[in-house]
């Protein structure tokens, strides 16, 4: 069925969504157990008794996790309870060896908060956030066999249960209505806040093209004055924030359409596929009944201090977008180009750059054009490109010095990039310093002024901007080594126009 216009869903139906967002904390160790939470480890190298729920094999609750758990929920203008507990969510399914996972359900350890996302237009819009509950990862499924990656296509799938255990931490939200026709870009936005805030407290590394942090959108329809919300599906795992932007717009267009034709919407998970930016069933959804919550019996409670609470308050470190705000400020930068940066990722990057002694006109330009460039042909992050922010900053300090041009200077990068060593390092080694040598420089000159004597003529007439031409010359003969203010001063000398 042809999913209907998006301006046609406006007319009729008003969406309401819900995300469930689960942060993998970077931890050192499990949540109930001692093995190593490393990313990229061999498969089923980091296991034990605990993690893979063999008999006998007792939890215990990680102290780093709960201190976390308190600080996202703080952060997110969150109650914190004074007592919450462990549940048991039972439920089959092979990445979860245990056959139930240790969760929280009637007492989340933070609920009733809020988080106020800024949108494209500057516009804020305050998302209710439900709770933030702790529980422990599952184990990856690994689909072989087809063309993505993901289960559609998949002849047979592989488990590796290193993940099972990690600490996770869910966030979900209240229905988000009032959106209307913004809803998929709320989404986007809530998602992207939360990612920023998560990184601030420096509790995750976020990374959703690794799933540390991963968005679950709940997206329903309901006639435009009706008060009962519509029958939900909800498009699993969706991996970066462009994504959930479509897929709620999606799914939004295809509910319209199914509604539109009489049908009726199942409540089911859904698979979104990123080639074509669309959804696919999954399998019905389940409800809180089907997963039998039970108190775990082999965990104590959470009991967090008072005072403890107030000691976590204080750690909060300020919030992004009030942070992003002062150094917009303090650069004096209009915001579309603090959205380039944003977007880019390279806003922690910049400021390292600055603190390292960098002009911030400098840094800006380093990373968010020459160095995100060099990211995007690789196809990699810019924080994972083999370059520091005080080698950017001392390419700086040799451009600003006069011992590189620009383009030199991006020569030099190349070569940092490259693994050749530090800028000062490169630099000599490739022979890019600019060169002051007048005798070098005057040979230069008079082989320029001699191959190009209607140039000459041209500015001992007095048109002095014609030696531009024969500066060109000189700067292509040295490679572009020269010193073009010298060269410039040398030419006009030998002009007889000084």
């Not at 579309?336 to 603190?355: P, S």
Request: net charge negative.
């Amino acid at each position: 069925m042809e999913p209907l216009e998006y301006d046609e869903v406006l007319e009729i139906y008003e969406p309401v969504l819900g995300m469930e967002v689960h942060v993998e904390l970077h931890t050192a160790t499990k949540m109930f157990c001692p093995c190593p939470t490393t990313f990229g480890a061999e498969p089923n190298t980091q296991v034990c008794p605990v993690c893979l729920g063999l008999p006998g094999a007792l939890p215990v609750v990680n102290k780093a996790a709960v201190e976390s758990a308190i600080r996202i929920g703080l952060a997110l203008n969150c109650s914190i309870a004074p007592w919450s507990q462990f549940a048991r969510k039972n439920y089959f399914y092979p990445d979860q060896p245990k056959n139930y996972q240790i969760s929280q359900y009637e007492e989340p350890i933070a609920s009733d908060g809020y988080l106020d996302v800024v949108l494209d237009d500057g516009e804020t819009f305050r998302v209710g956030v439900e709770r933030a509950h702790m529980e422990e990862d599952t184990g990856k499924l690994l689909h072989v066999g087809g063309a993505t990656g993901r289960i559609e296509g998949a002849t047979h799938s592989l488990l590796d249960y290193n993940r099972a255990g990690v600490p996770l931490i869910e966030i979900v939200s209240k229905p988000i209505e009032g959106a209307g026709a913004r809803a998929p870009e709320v989404a986007r936005a809530y998602v992207g806040a939360l990612r920023d805030l998560l990184k601030a407290l420096d509790v995750s590394d976020v990374r959703m093209d690794q799933g540390s942090l991963r968005c679950d959108a709940n997206v329903s329809l309901k006639p435009i004055g009706a008060k009962e919300f519509g029958t939900r599906t909800e498009t699993k795992n969706v991996n970066s924030l462009k994504s959930v932007e479509v897929a709620v717009r999606y799914e939004m267009r295809r509910q319209a359409a199914v509604l539109q034709a009489g049908g009726e919407i199942i409540l089911e998970t859904r698979h979104f596929q990123e080639a074509g930016g669309t959804t696919s069933a999954g399998r019905p959804k389940e409800t809180a009944d089907d997963y039998r919550y039970f108190p775990d019996p082999d965990l104590q409670p959470v009991e967090p201090a008072a005072e403890w609470i107030e000691e976590l308050r204080g750690t909060l470190p300020e919030l992004p977008w009030i942070r992003r705000a002062r150094i917009q400020a303090d650069w004096g930068v209009s915001a579309e180009v603090m959205r380039d940066i944003i977007n880019a990722g390279a806003l922690d990057l910049i400021i390292a750059t600055v603190d390292a002694g960098a002009p911030a006109e400098a840094a800006r330009s380093w990373w968010v054009s020459y160095l995100t460039q060099k990211a995007n042909v690789e196809g990699v992050g810019l924080e994972e490109l083999p370059i520091t922010p005080a080698h950017v900053a001392a390419v700086a300090e040799l451009v600003s010095s006069g011992k590189l041009t620009n383009k030199l200077a991006r020569e030099v990068v190349d070569g940092v990039l490259a693994g050749e060593g530090d800028p000062e390092t490169v630099m000599k080694s490739r022979g890019l310093e600019i060169v002051r040598d007048d005798s070098v420089l005057q040979k230069a000159v008079d082989d320029a002024i001699a191959a190009n004597p209607g140039i000459v003529e041209k500015i001992r007439s007095g048109k002095v901007q014609a030696a531009g031409a024969i500066v060109g010359a000189v700067m292509k003969a040295t490679k572009g080594q020269a010193d073009p203010a010298r060269v410039k001063e040398l030419v006009i000398e030998a002009c007889g126009q000084s």
